[in-house]
């Protein structure tokens, strides 16, 4: 009897409970304070079950599960149907961030029409949730880390303007309310190799620290972006998801990070695992939460009761980083009525919609890069009499997709794209030739008598994360960085078949593919990257010239992994444009266009600045071909007789702009002269060498067209 007047008390209890507001519902208050009353009235229990990425419900309080665990990298990845976008790496190429923050807010847009349909179907699993983990801004430093193709190159001004823009689109612009969470990864020091990534240790000079591996993250804290994602690996020997000083000091601190830290999944197992930091899972626990992980994908939070229970970490700590964490559920509208948010009227029908699909070919054909075009082979004529179409990648789906994909209604080979954009009347014959890494041959003949599109290179299935890229030869990264050897072969009897007619070669890959003998043997290179959904209708556009092709490489291009230093060396030195001393294959920011571009009429706004004033360049671009197109202009600059190990150069500026033919256009760049500092490691700060500089203007890192000469006094 007294069990059951007991039930009864219960019941009652919780129904007057809700039949009230509690502060933490009252949507009149601030977040924070809302934030604050939730926390105040959770057990220790039910605190560590809200701490991880599978966070549990607290029935008593109404506050459903949720699952933090979401990817966005190019597209609403691993939940069903969605756009999918050119891989990021892609997106970079475009040198266009203002169309990176539409793609970024049309993703958002399909995000929270899938989200909304998602909850009236009680559906709350892993990637439906509207936290995404998402953009990865780490320095893709050397191509042979499988992941590079998820970043925005190797540059950190380039990475920091990408990265900025696609936070804006997924976030959005509503005063009260996120539209989806972005997430800064992988904080901070972290590219490769990926077979040792959850027990290296990336050492980092100061100066690299600060001049290239940092200020990206920086960019998109400034940019408000909700979470930072910690990386597995050590920094300077501290693990990434366990040092006070990187995310207390320098994150919080200094940089002024107001949302919340996400651990890498199951990262916080290596602290004690494999970094061996501490001996056991509640010490690897209570580190994270002193040096302030908010939330734990994983299960090492599990063992937060016992933590404090042995007094290794205060519950006082662990209601701070709780508090900040689900401010971020109350910001998203997590927690109130979707009447109240302005984005749950989305709806499920906008998702891979036809504006959408042709944002994507948009994208797409943005980003491809023209890298050779022999006596203007390209573009061809849609009503040629004979056309032979070959190659491993011609008709493979894998090539479009990358990794951390959706699921589109409509995917668009090569192949296809191509056969759908020629005349009916065209005569057009297919041949595998070869596979990706086999040595078989077939049909190399008929380059004899036709035009020939021959598509070769390699998909995520050779390049990508631990565990994902089921075909690498090194756990994900890439040892040897050249194409397979039949490929090149099979390039060769195409070749030899096709004596004087053209052969163009479109080549598919994620990073630096070093490749001098079809540079030599092809009459036109097209680079594609991941193209995504429309990759085949973009590569189309841009074959037979309805699209004028004016993508730019956000890496360099070395001619062979000799080039290269020590790969486990995180020491910027030999790599990138702007350490690189040799002769690369192409260069950074390099691309050509079915049309020409003159430069002239370089001016400064002074001559000698001070360091708290703003630098103005502006030129004059003539379109002087004979037709319409995009150049994209880009501006270097470089510290003159430094007695300082400084960069070659350094981008600070680019603009792609649309010209007509025969028209000019006045093109204006402006930067504060602080941009121009370097960090002084005896100083702990920025400082700016004073002397000479010279600013240089051109269509890419190596093809300077203009300079000019400024002082900083």
Not at 99 to 118: P, Q, W
Not at 320 to 332: A, C, H, V, W, Y
Not at 575 to 589: M, Q
């Amino acid at each position: 009897m007294k069990t059951l007047i007991s039930t009864i008390l219960v019941i009652l209890f919780t129904l007057s409970l809700h039949a009230q507001t509690l502060p933490f519902q009252d949507t009149n208050l601030s977040f924070e304070k809302r934030a604050e009353d939730l926390v105040s009235r959770l057990t220790l229990k039910e605190k560590a079950g809200l701490m991880v990425h599978n966070s549990k419900a607290v029935k008593r309080l109404g506050i459903p599960s949720y699952n933090w665990w979401n990817e966005a990298l190019h597209g609403v990845a691993r939940n069903g149907k969605a756009t999918v976008f050119p891989q990021a790496i892609g997106m970079a190429a475009t040198f266009d961030n203002v169309l990176i923050k539409k793609v970024a807010s049309t993703i958002s847009d399909e995000a929270r029409a899938k989200y909304h349909t998602a909850l009236k179907l009680d559906n709350r699993s892993r990637y439906s949730g509207l936290t995404f983990w998402t953009p990865n801004v780490n320095i893709f430093r050397d191509p042979r880390w499988g992941r590079g193709h998820e970043t925005y190159g190797e540059d950190p001004y380039l990475t920091s303007l990408m990265g900025v823009a696609f936070v804006e689109g997924l976030q959005g612009d509503d005063p009260k309310y996120l539209k989806t969470a972005a997430c800064a990864k992988h904080y901070v020091v972290h590219s490769g190799p990926e077979p040792l990534r959850h027990r290296f240790n990336a050492i980092a000079s100061y100066r690299d620290f600060r001049e290239t591996y940092l200020p990206a993250f920086k960019a998109l804290v400034d940019a408000n972006v909700e979470a930072v994602m910690c990386a597995y690996n050590r920094t300077n020997d501290e693990a990434c998801c366990g040092s006070k000083s990187l995310l207390g000091t320098i994150l919080r601190e200094e940089l002024g990070f107001k949302g919340h830290v996400v651990s890498d999944c199951w990262a916080l197992n290596d602290i004690w695992k494999k970094h061996k930091i501490v001996p056991t899972a509640e010490d690897a626990a209570a580190l994270a939460i002193r040096s302030g992980v908010n939330l734990n994908c994983g299960n090492v939070y599990k063992n937060l009761p016992l933590a404090i229970e042995k007094d290794l970490v205060s519950e006082l700590k662990v209601d701070q980083l709780l508090k900040e964490l689900l401010i971020s559920r109350f910001k998203l509208g997590l927690m109130d009525d979707d009447s109240l948010v302005p984005f749950s009227n989305l709806k499920p029908e906008i998702v891979n919609c036809d504006a959408h699909k042709a944002l994507a070919r948009k994208v797409a054909a943005k980003s491809m890069v023209l890298l050779k075009n022999k006596n203007n082979v390209l573009p061809l004529k849609k009503d040629l009499k004979k056309l032979f179409v070959t190659g491993p990648i011609a008709s493979n789906v894998e090539v479009l997709l990358a990794n951390y994909h959706g699921v589109s209604g409509e995917y668009v080979t090569f192949l296809e794209g191509i056969v759908n954009r020629v005349s009916v009347g065209t005569s057009v014959e297919y041949r595998k030739g070869t596979d990706i890494v086999n040595s078989t041959f077939n049909g190399a003949s008929l380059a004899s008598n036709a035009s020939t599109i021959v598509c070769i290179g390699i998909t995520s299935e050779f390049e990508g994360e631990q565990g994902d890229a089921m075909l690498s030869d090194d756990h994900g990264d890439r040892k040897r960085i050249k194409l397979p050897k039949n490929q090149i072969e099979y390039i060769r009897k195409l070749r030899k078949a096709a004596k004087n007619k053209p052969l163009i070669v479109v080549v598919s890959g994620g990073s630096a593919i070093p490749m001098p003998e079809i540079e030599e043997l092809a009459d036109a290179i097209i680079f594609t990257w991941y193209p995504g959904e429309q990759g085949g209708n973009a590569l189309a556009d841009i074959i037979f010239g309805d699209y004028n092709p004016a993508g730019r490489l956000p890496i360099t291009f070395y001619r062979s992994v000799e080039d290269l230093p020590d790969y486990q060396n995180y020491n910027m030195k030999g790599r990138t444009y702007r350490y690189f001393e040799g002769n690369p294959l192409y260069e950074f920011g390099y691309g050509l266009s079915y049309t020409s571009f003159d430069y002239s009429n370089i001016k400064t706004n002074k001559s000698a600045y001070k360091n708290t004033d703003v630098i103005k360049v502006s030129i004059d671009i003539t379109n002087s071909g004979d037709l319409d197109g995009e150049e994209v202009v880009q501006l270097y600059v470089k510290k003159m007789g430094s007695k300082l190990d400084m960069p070659i150069k350094s981008l600070k500026g680019f603009n792609r702009i649309t010209i007509q033919k025969g028209d000019t256009k006045t093109i204006e760049f402006e930067f504060p002269a602080s941009e121009l500092a370097y960090w002084n490691e005896k100083k702990y700060a920025w400082k700016i060498e004073k002397g000479a500089f010279e600013i240089q203007i051109g269509a890419s890192s190596s093809d300077v067209k203009l300079k000019a000469q400024l002082v900083i006094e």
